[in-house]
T-cell receptor
């Protein structure tokens, strides 16, 4: 079993829809949770960072962490075609390396 | 551009050849990481440095791979006797010292795409 599981999609939604992306994990030591966005043939770009359980909002993006269920989510409101990318969840136990999900490929259709 | 810089962006090499990649981190960051990403997968950790010290290596880093950060600034990743299975995107990331906060965000470069033919 992988330490981080993420549905690879692909996911297609119409412009303006609310997008929900999710990851589950098995290592209860994970404390830091991140979402990265990756455009084709580019490096990952940090979108959201959350410590421990709770919610964090930044513009159209909301990240949620439920440590009791080992489940994290990213919501995108009013999705735009420019949001079309692969979204990677990532997490770590301390200050060292990140463990990534496989990424979910999202397409927002105009 | 003050982000993480990687060179080259693309490398095509014949099986059995050696290749070397370079990473220039964000200047004030003392931590530097190497990851490998294959098609349809998330990045996988290879190794990381704090300043010039290599503090952790993944089991993915076989003896054909070597990484250095001689002066605690830029880093190189060398792959000897390349194999077709080495074809991947090699990503470099950097972060500042976590200090008391226990975590700082890692910023990634654009990667070096390696194709072994």
């Amino acid at each position: 079993q992988k330490e981080v599981e993420q549905d690879p999609g692909p996911l297609s939604v119409p412009e303006g829809a609310i997008v929900s992306l999710n990851c589950t994990y098995s290592n209860s030591a994970f404390q830091y949770f991140m979402w990265y966005r990756q455009y084709s043939r580019k490096g990952p770009e940090l979108l959201m960072y959350t410590y421990s359980s709770g919610n964090k909002e930044d513009g159209r993006f909301t990240a949620q962490v439920d440590k009791s269920s080992k489940y994290i989510s990213l919501f995108i409101r009013d999705s735009q075609p420019s949001d079309s990318a692969t979204y990677l969840c990532a997490m770590k136990a301390g200050a060292n390396n990140l463990f990534f999900g496989t990424g979910t490929r999202l397409t927002v259709i105009p | 551009d003050t982000g993480v810089s990687q060179d080259p962006r693309h490398k095509i090499t014949k099986r059995g050849q050696n290749v070397t990649f370079r990473c220039d981190p964000i200047s004030e960051h003392n931590r530097l990481y190497w990851y490998r990403q294959t098609l349809g997968q998330g990045p996988e950790f290879l190794t990381y440095f704090q300043n010039e010290a290599q503090l952790e290596k993944s089991r993915l880093l076989s003896d054909r791979f070597s990484a250095e950060r001689p002066k605690g600034s830029f880093s190189t990743l060398e792959i000897q006797r390349t194999e077709q299975g080495d074809s991947a995107m090699y990503l470099c990331a950097s972060s500042s010292d976590p200090g008391r906060r226990g975590n700082t965000e890692a910023f990634f470069g654009q990667g070096t795409r390696l194709t072994v033919v």
